[in-house]
């Protein structure tokens, strides 16, 4: 057994031994996010080059502004007749807004089937450490729980949908019907959704640690895992939870608008630094969970092989 | 004549009370030779939700005609059957609220006399919204007549701005009220849906009874108060100088009060929208504050702010002289929370706007039926500008995560789905989305392109003129343009013929660039003079004037270098544009904007897969 403490120190060594791991997933996210970014901006100044306004407004952020803009284009074309620069507009408008919609769909993709492949190779290198990082070992780990991640991913989002929604859709409207009572249902949302995701990350952690592969089995060694050491559980994920939320706040409050005052490069630069903080805080908390798991590895887990 | 005698001997003496009260209990503008003066004594039955009244009206003819008969306005009477025009016309919903059959309102006069006792006979017209009576005798040019009457009436559940809800009584437009005797006739229409209201200035003296234990708010000041053993109260309101007088009633009102400069404003809320507090305090402080500089000022010593229950959203953002309705309204349809967790600014446009009209209706009092652009839309304009004072340019209405659709995008979206409308028209002639367009959003870009076209220093010295010239006044629009041409010295028929009375459209454009010639183009057919600005490749700028008379206009500078960026009114001042991403033009896509853009997206798409992906 281990502590929470101790879990969390386990966690952070994993992550500085295995750099290749953040790398790979900070390219990954990067060239994911490029490769759908990089097509719409082309595409809207390919179709909107000649009106830089909007561009401008784009790339500024107000996205509100250039949906207000397409509709305004599209109702003057329509007092105006087709003949003027108002229905070119709206025609180029709308071919951007398609194509935006088109990453709109492709993004919860990219974001899913990525994350569901790399969590075995990821979990696996962290569960093998103090190895040296082996990449082939990698892709199997990838290749051998894709499925059941895929599969624990959509149990997730189930959970957060079925669960965690209905507290929140509740909170929200004891909050606008009555008050400060509604906080009481978004706090009881956040907590079920802190909880459920521990479950959850627990769940592949498990898997990994155990070499399992089945949803049953994993649902019931993360439900006796946290049964059995909530205390260091709490610790062992509520601190780098802790810290995601610190730099989040951070990032939105101080960073960010500093960030934004400054040319393009700077902020892009302090952009990616403060994706790849997050990044890393994340690989932390999923790098103690493995420790955490392993160190109960004295428990008697369902079905497991001593 | 005996007639006549005895009105002037009543005349003179409510005058005599008047004056003696005006004075002493309240400090109030300087009396504009008011016209149709009341004195009410009313008592409501909250058992029934209905009043009982007696009514006593004084009124000076000041018009070179002589008056044969009255009409009076019985607002109420919109409200009793499904067959008026007013249900008729809005199919039982006004603002999203639906009128309810099973709590219709009405009013009945009885016992209409002179003050002599001479009975009068009070004819009903049109669908029951209008009464007239014919005089005896006709009131000859400067002579004053008292009449005398009781009432009855009936408050519907809240729809339409009056009514009650449980024990919430908003009760607008509740007694009999003279239309406005000008240019030899009744100015005064049946109660249409569009339409609002118009009325002649005159002091009120209400004495109200009511249950103890009611919280009460009025036009005007309370100036007495006395409980009854039978457990009822009575409280006295006066107000001197108003066109209108409304009062509200709920036990559960709770009061915040302010002061503003010379101003007490009270905000009577309901304990479940304590939240609105200082919100609509802090509102209501900026409005009197920037209007007052703005435009003159608030004549007033008191202005009550009333919140409305949740089920009663049909009583909210009302304005009456010296008193607004507001409540948890939202002018985009969102949610309640939207609008407390401050996503949605509709409290502070709403208190904004309700505000505004003390200067365009209750003091400036167009006609509201005939020319409805001239109360809504100076107000909104007001509101605009004020919202952008407040809270940034544009005024936000609407901050989702950093994305911020502004009041002014609102109304350029509004405007566009029908911008071939006249401004000027009768509230009824148009449906309840072409009123919002002529009353409100057109006005407001007209508005404000007159005052990007002429400066603001000249806006604002057109508006503190029109509304010094014409305070306790009923102006029209052509009183508005002779104020204008004065004020500004220029000729603007762009504006009241091409934007108030005309029906033209107008969208400017750069529609090519070649070289050194670039082209600009007028679409629609209203033309404002405007600026081009173009810039060459050598960083070199200069600017053009043109007329917009032409529909295509080409610019050559064969001498210089090739232009590389055009635009046509280059700082938006022409609000009425219809599309603005077509005035700039460049000659080539400036890459640092490019990669610009692509450095944004890139950073928000990493973000969401961060988000979604659990394990980046």
């Known amino acids: ?306 | 004549m005996r007639l006549l005698f005895r009105c002037s001997l009543a005349g003179v003496i409510l005058s005599c009370l008047f004056s003696l009260l005006s004075p002493s209990l309240v400090s109030y503008a300087v009396a504009p030779n008011p016209v149709a003066s009341y004195i009410l004594d009313v008592t409501l039955d909250v058992g029934t939700k209905r009043l009982r009244g007696h009514e006593v009206i004084h009124y000076v003819n000041r018009t070179s005609e002589a008056i044969s008969e009255l009409v009076f306005h019985l607002y109420l009477n919109a409200f009793r059957s499904a067959e008026t025009i007013f249900l008729r016309e809005s199919g039982g919903v006004h603002r999203g609220n639906r009128w309810d059959p099973q709590h219709p309102g009405w009013i009945r006069v009885d016992n209409i006399r002179l003050d002599d006792g001479t009975p009068l006979t009070l004819e009903e017209v049109a669908d029951g919204t209008l009464a007239h009576a014919v005089l005896p005798t006709p009131l000859q040019a400067g002579e004053t007549f008292t009449v005398e009457l009781d009432f009855e009436a009936q408050l519907p559940r809240v729809f339409a701005r009056t009514g009650f809800v449980n024990d919430f009584f908003m009760v607008g437009q509740w007694f009999p009220k003279l239309g406005v005797w000008e240019k030899g006739v009744w100015n005064a229409y049946p109660f249409h849906a569009n339409s609002e209201f118009y009325a002649d200035f005159g002091h009120y003296d209400v004495t109200i009874t009511l249950p103890q234990g009611y919280v009460t708010g009025a036009t005007g000041a309370q100036v007495a108060a006395s409980t009854q053993p039978n457990g009822n109260q009575t409280v006295r309101y006066y107000a001197a100088n108003v066109i209108d007088f409304a009062w509200v009633a709920c036990p559960r009102f709770r009061e915040a009060e302010r002061r503003v400069g010379d101003i007490q404003v009270l905000f009577l809320y309901l304990p479940e929208h304590r939240w609105m507090v200082r919100r609509v305090l802090n509102t209501a402080e900026a409005a009197l504050t920037r209007c007052g500089r703005w435009y003159g000022p608030y004549p007033y010593g008191r202005l009550t702010i009333v919140d409305v229950p949740d089920d009663a959203l049909g009583a909210g953002g009302m304005e009456y002289p010296m008193l607004v309705t507001a409540g948890p309204l939202s002018v985009l349809g969102l949610s309640r929370g939207a609008i407390r967790s401050g996503v949605d600014r509709s409290l502070e446009l709403v208190v904004a706007h309700e505000i505004g009209h003390q200067w365009w209706q209750s003091v400036v009092a167009t006609n509201e039926a005939e020319e409805p652009w001239l109360d809504e839309g100076f107000t909104d304009y007001s509101t605009l500008r004020l919202a952008g004072e407040m809270d940034g340019p544009g005024g936000p209405v609407l901050n989702v995560g950093g994305q911020v659709l502004s009041y002014l995008d609102m109304h350029r979206l509004v405007y566009a789905t029908a911008p071939h409308l006249p401004m000027a028209g009768r509230a009824w002639e148009f449906s309840a989305a072409e009123y919002s367009v002529v009353a409100y959003t057109k006005p407001v870009l007209a508005l404000l392109t007159l005052e990007r076209m002429l400066g603001e220093e000249t806006m604002l010295r057109i508006m503190r003129a029109y509304f010094a010239r014409y305070r306790f006044a009923h102006p029209s629009t052509e009183d508005f343009r002779q104020v204008v041409e004065e004020v500004a010295g220029q000729d603007v028929a762009w504006f009241f013929d091409g934007l108030v009375y005309g029906s033209g459209v107008i969208n400017y454009a750069v529609t090519s660039m070649e070289g050194h010639e670039v082209l600009v183009s007028r679409q629609g057919e209203l033309s404002i003079p405007t600026e081009i600005r173009i810039t060459f490749a050598d960083g070199s700028t200069v600017f053009e004037q043109w007329n917009g008379e032409e529909t295509v206009h080409r610019f050559a500078y064969p001498d210089r270098p090739r232009i590389v960026h055009a635009a046509v009114d280059p700082d938006h001042k022409i609000a009425v544009d219809l599309c603005w991403a077509d005035n700039l033009l460049t000659s080539h896509v400036q890459l640092a904007t490019v990669v610009a853009l692509a450095a944004q997206w890139i950073y928000r798409f990493q973000d969401v897969l961060l988000a979604l992906g659990g394990l980046w």
Request: hydrophobic share 60%; with cysteine; aromatic share 14%.
């Open chain 1, 1 to 306: 057994m281990v502590s929470g403490w101790r879990a969390l120190h386990s966690g952070w060594v994993r992550l500085l031994r295995y750099p290749g791991v953040f790398g790979l997933l900070f390219s990954l996210n990067l060239v994911s996010a490029t490769l759908l970014a990089l097509p719409l901006a082309l595409l809207m100044v390919s179709v909107l080059g000649r009106w830089p306004l909007l561009i401008q407004q784009a790339a500024h952020g107000s996205t509100l502004r250039v949906v207000l803009e397409l509709v305004l284009a599209g109702l003057a074309s329509l007092a105006l007749g087709t003949g003027s620069s108002a229905a070119d507009t709206a025609y180029a408008l709308s071919l951007t807004l398609l194509g935006g919609l088109i990453v709109a769909v492709l993004l919860p993709l990219m974001a899913w089937l990525p994350a569901a492949f790399l969590g075995g190779g990821v979990l696996l290198t962290y569960a093998e450490w103090p190895n040296s990082p082996h990449w082939r070992r990698f892709v199997w780990g990838c290749w051998r729980w894709f499925g059941l991640f895929l599969l624990v991913g959509f149990v997730q989002g189930l959970g957060f949908v079925l669960v965690v929604g209905p507290f929140l859709l509740i909170g929200f409207g004891v909050y606008v019907a009555v008050g400060w009572p509604g906080w009481i249902g978004v706090g009881l949302a956040v907590l079920l959704g802190g909880v459920w995701q521990i479950w959850c990350e627990l769940m592949r952690a498990a898997s990994v640690v155990y070499k399992r592969c089945s949803l049953g089995y994993a649902l019931g060694a993360a439900w006796q895992f946290i049964r059995q050491r909530p205390l260091s559980i709490t610790l062992c994920f509520g601190v780098p939870f802790a810290m995601l939320l610190f730099l989040h706040l951070l990032h939105r409050w101080i960073w960010l608008p500093a960030a934004s005052s400054t040319g393009w490069w700077v902020a892009w630069l302090y952009l990616q630094l403060s994706v790849a903080v997050r990044l890393a805080a994340r690989l932390w908390r999923l790098a103690s969970g493995v420790a955490l798991v392993q160190g109960e590895s004295g428990l008697s887990l369902p079905g497991q092989e001593n």
